[in-house]
């Protein structure tokens, strides 16, 4: 595989140290503002599980590494990684700051060997803080609307996406992304409404993004999963329900799959060791029953990780996210 994801024991520093095909090492519960390295890419969520980990990007190298404007970024031979943390003491508002740091993020791959973004990832600091469109998460999806200026139309050209809320203490709001040499095979779930079509009330810009995205290299193929809750149709189900909230969620991933596999016809997405998943938790109190049902419900061998976060919508408890391999 040309990227190769995974989680590991060990310290950040000690992966930065190590093999020279690393281009990303992520390091949960430390603000993004203390990054040491391109390649460092501290989280602010907070782990839930005991075993701490980091987790670890690799690929096809050499590794160049740099700054670009406010970004950061790690290139190896066909895949870049990038991130931003803009401190939002700093700057007047959410909306000003998720269209600087997409403006940055845009500039940055105009001029990249690898232009095409395939998933993004968006930590927003108390994401769900203000009364109606007030709320951060939709002053977040109208500053990133700002600064997309797109018509969404039928088939948009969106990359795979996941936004979480940090806590509230963070002060920076965090974007990375991984981007390629060549565009993605954007994947629709027929189970959702597809995000940029969500009705009036969940905002005033809908979210931009498609609900997966297929990477193609070197003849191997990995499916970028985006954040996938609870939502059939565009509704939330199972309110307060945190145990089938993870179960809905789930079946979402699966059909996603299965919809990736009808689209590419010679390969299947599996949920196997080839892959990692990511779970997102509102409360810590339901870490307990949210790996009970994970262990239950999904395959044993591929490996996971619990990270507190709040979703992007106040009645849902629970988020997954992730990437697996197509065979």
């Given at each position: 595989?040309?990227?190769?994801?995974?989680?590991?024991?060990?310290s950040?520093?000690q992966w930065?140290?190590?093999p020279?095909d690393?281009?990303?090492?992520?390091?949960f519960?430390?603000?993004?503002?203390?990054?040491?390295?391109?390649?460092h890419v501290?989280?602010?969520l907070p782990?839930l599980?005991?075993?701490?980990?980091?987790?670890v990007?690799?690929c096809d190298g050499?590794i160049?590494?740099?700054?670009w404007?406010l970004?950061?970024?790690a290139?190896g031979?066909?895949?870049?990684?990038?991130?931003?943390?803009?401190?939002?003491r700093?700057?007047?508002?959410?909306?000003?700051?998720?269209?600087?740091?997409?403006?940055?993020?845009?500039?940055?791959l105009?001029?990249s060997p690898h232009?095409?973004?395939?998933?993004i990832?968006?930590?927003i600091?108390?994401?769900?803080?203000?009364a109606g469109?007030?709320?951060?998460?939709?002053?977040f999806?109208?500053?990133r609307?700002d600064?997309v200026l797109?018509d969404?139309?039928?088939?948009?050209?969106?990359?795979a996406?996941?936004?979480?809320?940090?806590?509230?203490?963070?002060?920076?709001?965090?974007?990375?992304?991984?981007?390629?040499?060549?565009?993605?095979?954007?994947?629709?779930?027929?189970r959702?409404?597809?995000?940029w079509r969500?009705?009036?009330q969940?905002?005033?810009?809908s979210?931009?993004?498609s609900?997966?995205?297929?990477?193609s290299l070197?003849?191997?193929?990995?499916?970028?999963?985006?954040?996938t809750?609870?939502?059939v149709?565009h509704?939330?189900?199972?309110?307060?329900?945190?145990?089938?909230?993870?179960?809905?969620?789930?079946r979402n991933?699966?059909?996603l799959?299965?919809?990736g596999h009808?689209?590419?016809?010679?390969?299947?997405?599996?949920?196997?060791?080839?892959g990692?998943?990511?779970?997102?938790?509102?409360?810590?109190?339901d870490?307990?029953?949210?790996?009970r049902t994970?262990?239950?419900?999904?395959?044993?061998?591929?490996?996971?990780?619990?990270?507190?976060?709040?979703?992007?919508?106040?009645?849902?408890?629970?988020?997954?996210d992730?990437i697996?391999?197509c065979a």
């Amino acid at each position: 595989m040309s990227l190769r994801v995974s989680y590991q024991q060990g310290s950040a520093g000690q992966w930065l140290a190590g093999p020279d095909d690393v281009m990303a090492v992520f390091e949960f519960g430390r603000s993004p503002l203390e990054s040491a390295d391109p390649r460092h890419v501290p989280v602010a969520l907070p782990q839930l599980d005991s075993e701490q980990q980091v987790e670890v990007w690799r690929c096809d190298g050499p590794i160049k590494s740099g700054s670009w404007d406010l970004l950061r970024f790690a290139q190896g031979e066909q895949l870049t990684m990038g991130h931003i943390a803009l401190d939002l003491r700093e700057i007047g508002s959410m909306r000003e700051a998720s269209h600087l740091a997409y403006d940055v993020l845009q500039s940055y791959l105009r001029q990249s060997p690898h232009p095409w973004p395939l998933k993004i990832w968006n930590y927003i600091p108390a994401i769900n803080e203000g009364a109606g469109d007030d709320e951060r998460y939709r002053q977040f999806c109208l500053g990133r609307a700002d600064a997309v200026l797109i018509d969404p139309g039928d088939l948009p050209p969106l990359p795979a996406a996941t936004a979480i809320g940090a806590p509230r203490s963070e002060p920076a709001l965090q974007v990375y992304f991984l981007a390629g040499a060549l565009p993605g095979m954007d994947v629709e779930n027929p189970r959702q409404v597809s995000a940029w079509r969500y009705p009036r009330q969940y905002g005033p810009r809908s979210p931009l993004f498609s609900r997966g995205t297929i990477l193609s290299l070197n003849g191997s193929r990995q499916f970028l999963i985006s954040g996938t809750a609870s939502v059939v149709g565009h509704r939330t189900h199972h309110e307060n329900q945190v145990a089938n909230q993870l179960s809905e969620s789930l079946r979402n991933v699966h059909r996603l799959l299965d919809e990736g596999h009808r689209l590419m016809g010679d390969a299947h997405a599996r949920l196997d060791r080839n892959g990692i998943l990511k779970v997102y938790i509102r409360d810590p109190a339901d870490y307990e029953l949210i790996r009970r049902t994970l262990d239950a419900e999904a395959p044993p061998e591929i490996p996971r990780i619990y990270l507190q976060g709040d979703i992007c919508r106040e009645n849902l408890l629970t988020e997954i996210d992730g990437i697996v391999g197509c065979a």
